[in-house]
């Protein structure tokens, strides 16, 4: 047998600073530090972000190590996420990452984010077999992704504005619900009616999708029923969540179900931080039924920002000889395809 490939990820890209240890293509060790201080200001401030991953990267890189049984010496990559995110978040996690492998003399690897999001699949058993679609949905960004092997990946569609995630905290910022109101939303939903409350949605070409309509729409209408009833919103909160989650649902699943039929592909995921929402997760398992699809859904550890996505792409990038050098830089709003 040959040396394992003992892969050091390392994920900073928002307010999650993350290390995992993969050892030939499986997670050994998976570490998150999640920043707390960000929810009094109703959502993430980037300095206070990257002062935190400048914190916290040192200890989860040695509880990752520790947990894993892997020594720095058995190390045989370094991978870090390059982009994109917050700049100063990115910055941290790059620059420990290009100092531990020029120390350690190994080979270091970038990773794409949202492309690291779409390979979290293929961390646990029953991995999706290709051609395979997947719907990325975060709070950042909203693309369905066209998946030909673990690198070839096409992004097919996406928002022309807000991404669905953002529209969840957005109306839940307008609920009066804390930050981050997603989770909040879908907790709420759970109990309302989701044919209460119409909201129009904008009609897009394609697969793309469009969110800044919806949060406009829910403005105005809370506007005018809370001149009718101050306390509409506290009366009504389950009902709203409810329609609100049901009809980004239903902008999400309808462009999916459709680049799926045109595409002929039966095997479809999701990924991203909303792909933890109970809803989406419930919609996307009757479509397969419905379609014949064979459905993936990651564990929710691995829908949110994580090493260990990061770590499982670097994996794959490995096998290829996909490296950098010192000379890589982050970047906020790098794009693939």
């Not at 040959?2 to 290390?19: P, V």
């Not at 022309?160 to 995630?165: L, P, V």
């Amino acid at each position: 047998m040959g040396q394992s490939i003992n892969i050091l990820a390392i994920e900073s890209s928002c307010d999650e600073t993350s290390a995992a240890i993969i050892k030939d293509g499986h997670v050994l060790s998976n570490h998150i530090a999640t920043q707390k201080m960000h929810a009094r200001y109703g959502g993430v401030v980037p300095e206070m972000a990257s002062r935190a991953h400048m914190e916290n990267i040192v200890p989860v890189v040695d509880a990752a190590l520790v947990d894993s049984g892997v020594k720095k010496s058995e190390l045989t990559a370094i991978a870090f996420t390059q982009a994109p995110g917050l700049i100063g978040s990115l910055l941290v996690g790059t620059c420990f990452a290009k100092s531990l492998a020029q120390g350690l003399n190994l080979p270091l690897i970038a990773v794409h984010h949202m492309q690291a999001h779409v390979l979290a699949h293929f961390i646990e058993e029953r991995k999706p077999e290709f051609p395979f679609m997947c719907l990325t949905v975060s709070g950042g960004h909203t693309q369905i992704v066209l998946c030909r092997s673990h690198l070839d990946m096409e992004v097919i569609g996406e928002t022309m504005d807000d991404a669905a995630g953002e529209a969840f905290d957005k109306v839940a910022k307008m609920l009066g619900l804390p930050y981050p109101g997603g989770p909040l939303v879908d907790k709420y939903a759970k109990e309302g009616d989701p044919l209460k409350f119409k909201f129009p949605t904008k009609e897009m070409k394609d697969y793309t999708f469009s969110f800044s309509g919806i949060k406009t729409s829910v403005l105005y209408f809370l506007q005018a029923q809370q001149k009718q009833d101050p306390n509409f919103v506290e009366h009504n909160i389950k009902d709203i969540c409810a329609s609100v989650q049901y009809s980004i649902i239903c902008m999400l699943m309808t462009k999916l179900e459709k680049a799926a039929a045109d595409y002929g592909i039966k095997h479809l995921g999701i990924a991203g931080g909303v792909s933890a929402n109970s809803g989406l997760r419930t919609a996307l398992a009757e479509a397969g039924k419905k379609n014949g699809w064979e459905v993936y859904i990651p564990k929710f550890e691995y829908c949110t920002d994580n090493a260990a996505m990061i770590g499982i792409t670097a994996y794959y990038k490995y096998q290829q000889g996909l490296f950098t050098d010192l000379s890589a830089t982050p970047s906020a709003r790098a794009t693939w395809s």
